[in-house]
């Protein structure tokens, strides 16, 4: 009995490591992907993330609407994330305090300034989403506005209605007073949803907007001309830690599944799924993959 017992005892002990051998093996490995805290930035985030795990044996966590751009960052820099999605003139002007140039300048000086913290910026998804300057019809109309610098002349009479992080970026609100000499009677902080209920519902007069942005469209508003070229380019794509690649290449192979997929006008129509048609943010990404055969 005791040979019997001590036999069976062997027997589940095996039993048990092969068990937990095969569950080992069958565990898939994971990275996690993070956004920012607005429409498309997660839109993105979930592009990238359903094409890692349609290419790849990787299964992805989503870590997203982490907060503003600083949020994101330091998340990859702390390893919180291993990528997310990040425009050429934030990197450039927000991240490095540089100077950008034309868009092809800023792509290579993106890349170059990202080595040293070991970062990879992937191939661009093909579209620039710079900031601008929004007015609705009949500010244009009173003001006769159609640049910056129109707006500068008559900024005093005007509410301005920020990003939060808008206001202290020195490729935003810091740099428009230096370059166009605008000042506003009065500036107000708020996230990007309530901005363009705030200027539909006569709160503020001005906006900063996403050239991208749905309800650019959808509330029929006027996009000023940066006459002084102030915004440089913000062309999007994956910003991915270098470890990450290097452990896993098929990371790579697979974001380029993405690269020039994506124009202005067609994020604007994904953005304002969103917003206007109320999608949910993984649907619109998903269907949009499907759409064009990126994914099965």
């Known amino acids: 009995m005791k040979i019997k017992h001590i036999l069976i005892v062997s027997i589940v002990g095996i ?7 095969c569950s080992s093996a069958n565990k898939k490995e994971s990275i996690t992907i993070g956004s920012k805290n607005y ?4 839109i993105l985030a979930h592009l990238m993330a359903d094409v890692i795990e349609d290419q790849t044996d990787l299964k992805v966590e989503r870590k ?4 503003g751009s600083n949020v994101a960052w330091k998340a990859l820099l702390s390893n919180d994330i291993q990528m997310y999605p990040e425009y050429t003139g934030t990197i450039v002007s927000n991240y490095y305090q540089e100077k950008t140039g034309n868009a092809e300048e800023t792509l290579q000086k993106t890349k170059e300034l990202l080595k040293k913290d070991h970062l990879v910026f ?11 300057l929004a007015v609705k019809k009949e500010t244009v109309d009173k003001y006769q506005l159609k640049t910056f610098s129109d707006l500068a002349k008559v900024s005093n009479q005007l509410i301005l209605g920020s990003e939060f992080e808008f206001l202290d970026r020195p490729d935003g609100y810091p740099g428009l ?5 605008m000042a506003f009677k009065n500036v107000k902080g708020m996230d990007h949803g309530i901005m363009y209920r705030s200027l539909t519902d006569n709160s503020v007069d001005v906006i900063d907007a996403y050239s991208t942005d749905g309800q650019i469209k959808l509330n029929n508003l006027t996009v000023l001309e940066d006459d002084k070229s102030f915004f440089p380019p913000y062309h999007a794509g994956p910003l991915v830690r270098q470890d990450i690649l290097t452990k896993y290449p098929q990371i790579a192979q697979a ?15 994904l953005n304002a799924k969103v917003d206007s048609e109320g999608l949910k943010e993984q649907k619109v990404a998903h269907d ?9």
């Not at 997203?64 to 907060?67: D, H, K, Q, R, S």
């Not at 007073?177 to 000499?181: A, S």
């Open 288 to 296: 949009f993959l499907k759409d064009k055969g990126i994914i099965k």
């Open 64 to 67: 997203l609407n982490l907060g």
């Open 177 to 181: 007073e230096k370059v166009y000499d």
């Open 39 to 42: 429409t498309e930035n997660i």
């Open 255 to 269: 974001l380029n599944k993405l690269q020039d997929k994506l124009d202005e006008g067609t994020m604007q129509e």
């Open 15 to 21: 039993l048990a490591i092969v068990m937990n051998g």
């Open 122 to 132: 992937g191939e661009p998804f093909g579209f620039n989403n710079t900031y601008t």
